[in-house]
């Protein structure tokens, strides 16, 4: 059987709008907005209070346990006496989260939260940027 251009024609049109359609639905603003809801874990406003919470009385300035200083964003990322502590991109070969999930640190005090040690890892995940 043969289709007359117009039929093709208007299979053409009908077959362009859906795909247009399709294509707006995709990128709908319920999309974009999903996509926006997460930031970046930030160092500055999420992380280091978290550091300074359960690290800082060993691992600070004032106090340098094995050679870790967790009170600045250089300190953490330059490691202790034993190497690094994060691994920027993969929690799981962290020592930082090794120790905490471990309960092995903080040695005194509460034990870090399970949504603070999922900021942790996830900020490390995310590069462990200094943000």
């Not at 859906?18 to 999903?34: C, E, I, N, R, Y």
């Not at 930031?39 to 359960?54: H, N, Q």
């Not at 600045?72 to 799981?92: C, F, I, K, N």
Request: with cysteine; charged share 20%; proline share 5%.
């Amino acid at each position: 059987m043969l289709l007359r251009a117009d039929t093709i024609t208007a299979l053409a049109v009908v077959a362009g709008i859906g795909l247009a359609v399709q294509s707006d639905v995709a990128s709908s603003p319920a999309d974009v907005s999903m996509a926006a809801a997460h930031e970046p874990v930030s160092f500055s406003a999420e992380v280091m209070p978290i550091l300074e919470k359960y690290c800082w009385e060993c691992h600070s300035e004032s106090n340098t346990e094995l050679g870790l200083r967790l009170d600045t964003y250089e300190g953490l990322m330059a490691g202790s006496d034993y190497g690094t502590v994060v691994e920027a991109g993969d929690p799981s070969g962290s020592l930082l989260i090794d120790m905490v999930e471990s309960g092995d640190m903080p040695e005194e005090g509460d034990p870090v939260s399970p949504e603070e040690l999922e900021i942790l890892k996830t900020w490390i995940a995310e590069g462990a940027e200094n943000n």
